[in-house]
């Protein structure tokens, strides 16, 4: 084996592996993602990790670089043992052997380019090779990707918020009726949901005022510094606020985690509100009765009443205030519907000013225009009997849709609009289940939950005038009160106009049901929080319930290289230094020469051997010139004493090359 090696240029072989080592190298990491473990790295890390690399690049091409300029000096050998001593014959070689070894000047470059231009690509190839390296295995800034867990919601299940009660239980007898609601069931038993403290009913409706008005196109509403877009309307609240603990790839399963501000996106497939559950429409009738209490006994006096039927849903309310005084007073009411858990009928009635009111939340423009201009004299008490009624219609169970959330974080803008840095955005339709016995089925808890959040805003002001103060500041454009809307053209100021704000909802068709819809939805989405998938929690869920399908998120983190395409360019110094080494590897003679032009002893050795044939030939052709009586008048030949001196002790004494030149001419 080792015989049949022995004519190979090993050196020049292990350079070929380490081009092509660095070929493959710089081409799989275009396409292979590297990831250095850790984001943001140090300075100090990243100037040691430059170092290290252009060391070892230098290193490694320098070595590529020696053995390709061995095979040409190798070559030179051969041309050289080819003529002999006669380089006269081939000054190519002088010019070839200056190149190579590259001691050449610029203008040499230049005259002698067509000769030695292969010899000095080649080394332009091999000495791109280290800023060909550096520049591949640069550490750039990226985003990774990782599966996640889906995270634990809430199923719906019975909780002591939303559950079901028999006939005879104590909740019915409650003097807090009118925060409790009940589905009544043919078997005489009731699903109910209560607005107490704690429960998603009674914090969904606080947090009416974190719905936006002034572009809803953008983000609906927002909750804990996170904006929600339409999109995503009831995204679980566990979602934004719990974040998984994600792992870098190149970490393994046991490996550190990532930090939760590397986190640019997760997704996961949710339940939300797909679409407003609620649609007002102006109808029903408003009846009220006014008493004076000072002008009657005090055993007949009693409050005020107001009544409103709507779409079969019938209330009576007292009132502190007077019917048909200048304000006016409103009641609201939602009847729930017989055995259909989250569905229901909200009747609003009012009176007076409170029914332009009303109807300017309802963008009633045929009603304001008729009746606002009676507002002063509404006011001074000269006009009376004004009254307006609404109808809503809610079920929430069929607009409760599975879809894939996105929570994208990102940079706040500050300088232009301020924006969120946090994002929620939803798509139809979730990835396949990772079990075929999945279970996307959601408890009742959801739906009556949702429409039992109507009630606490619906019953502000209850017991005075019962005006929804909560809900017409969000569902009126209120911007300036100082004409007390005087005008019919003040009035229609009031109304949210859908064409140019738009609504939460692209379905609403008035902000009113936009408003009732939204608090549906927020409430919907405070059944999942951290608070309420603990033990101690009124909402305490005993079903581990979670999505079927797995999640997915994006970090920022480290990799080696940039992943461009534009990055195949750094694999060309290492290919066409390959390409030339495997050329002279073929066309370079194997047979060893007498002389090596790498060896400084060669080179003297030829300049003296050179030296001896230029006497031996001057001394015969001056003994046949004294025989023949010729008169030619011969220099002398230098003294090969040092034949590398400038001055060899005589000013009129030739050089080497001008005696050779004389003596060519004389043979001649």
């Not at 005020?304 to 019938?314: L, W």
Request: hydrophobic share 40%.
């Amino acid at each position: 084996m080792s015989h049949r090696l022995s004519g190979l240029p090993i050196n020049l072989l292990v350079a070929v592996f380490i081009l092509f080592s660095i070929l493959i190298f710089t081409f799989v990491l275009v396409f292979v993602t590297i990831v250095v473990p850790g984001y943001r790295l140090t300075t100090s890390f990243k100037v040691a990790y430059n170092i290290v690399i252009t060391v070892l690049a230098t290193v490694l091409s320098r070595y590529a670089s020696g053995e390709i300029q061995k095979q040409w000096l190798r070559q030179i050998n051969h041309e050289i043992s080819d003529v002999k001593y006669q380089l006269h014959h081939n000054p190519a070689i002088t010019e070839k052997w200056r190149a190579v070894l590259g001691i050449n000047t610029i203008p040499e470059r230049i005259r002698s380019f067509r000769s030695t231009f292969v010899p000095q690509l080649s080394f332009l190839f091999t000495g791109l090779i280290t800023a060909a390296v550096v520049a591949a295995v640069t550490l750039t800034d990226t985003t990774c990707h990782s599966e996640i867990n889906p995270p634990r919601i809430h199923s719906g299940a019975d909780n002591k918020c939303t559950r079901v009660v028999p006939n005879n239980r104590t909740e019915r007898s409650s003097p807090l009726w009118e925060y409790r609601t009940f589905w009544n069931n043919d078997d005489g038993s009731a699903y109910y949901a209560t607005t107490n403290l704690g429960c998603p009913s009674w914090s969904g409706a606080q947090y009416i005022g974190s719905i936006n008005t002034v572009n809803p196109n953008h983000v609906a509403y927002s909750r804990s510094g996170v904006g929600i877009q339409r999109t995503a309307i009831g995204t679980p609240e566990i979602f934004y606020t719990d974040f998984p603990n994600l792992i870098e790839p190149s970490d393994g399963p046991f490996g550190r985690y990532i930090d939760q501000s590397n986190l640019r996106t997760v997704s996961q497939c949710l339940p939300i509100m797909a679409f407003n559950p609620v649609k007002c429409q102006p109808g029903g009738t408003v009846a009220y009765k006014s008493n004076v209490p000072d002008k009657v006994p005090d055993d007949q006096a009693n409050f005020h009443q107001i009544s409103v039927e709507a779409d079969g849903c019938n209330y009576t309310q007292a009132s502190a205030e007077d019917p048909n005084g200048a304000f006016g007073v409103m009641v609201s009411r939602f009847c729930p519907t017989n055995n259909n858990v989250g569905k229901g009928t909200v009747a609003m009635g009012a009176t007076g000013i409170i029914s332009l009111t009303l109807a300017a939340s309802m963008g009633d423009k045929d009603f304001i225009a008729k009746h606002a201009a009676s507002y002063e004299a509404m006011k001074a008490g000269v006009a009376r009997n004004l009254t307006y009624a609404v109808s809503c219609k809610v079920d929430v169970r069929p607009t409760i849709q599975w879809r894939t959330l996105t929570l994208e974080l990102r940079q706040g803008n500050l300088t232009t609009t301020p924006s969120y840095s946090k994002l929620i955005s939803g798509v139809d339709g979730c990835d396949s289940a990772v079990t075929t016995q999945a279970n996307w089925t959601l408890g009742d808890g959801y739906a009556g939950g949702a429409a039992a959040a109507l009630i606490p805003p619906l019953s502000e002001g209850r017991y005075w005038n019962g005006m929804t103060n909560t809900i017409f500041n969000q569902a009126l454009n209120v911007t300036d009160t100082s004409d007390r809307y005087s005008t019919v053209d003040s009035w229609q100021q009031l109304i949210r106009k859908k064409e140019v704000a738009g609504y939460g909802f692209n379905d609403s068709n008035n902000a009113l049901e936009d408003v009732l819809g939204l608090t549906a939805g927020i409430t919907m989405g405070q059944m999942s929080t951290l608070d309420s998938m603990r033990k101690s929690s009124p909402l305490a869920d005993s079903v581990d319930f979670r999505p079927a399908a797995m999640g997915k998120a994006t970090f920022a983190c480290t990799r080696v290289g940039s992943g461009n395409r534009s990055a195949l360019l750094f694999t060309l110094p290492p290919l066409l230094s390959m390409l030339m080494a495997l050329y002279l590897l073929f066309t370079v003679p194997r047979k060893p020469t007498s002389f090596k032009t790498s060896r400084l002893d060669d080179i003297i050795a030829i300049g003296l051997a050179g030296d001896r044939e230029l006497s031996m030939a001057y001394k015969a052709d001056h003994l046949d010139g004294s025989q023949e009586g010729l008169q030619t008048s011969i220099p002398r030949a230098p003294s090969l004493g040092n034949p590398f001196e400038e001055d060899i002790g005589d000013d009129k004494a030739m050089g080497l090359q001008e005696l050779r030149a004389v003596h060519r001419k004389t043979w001649n």
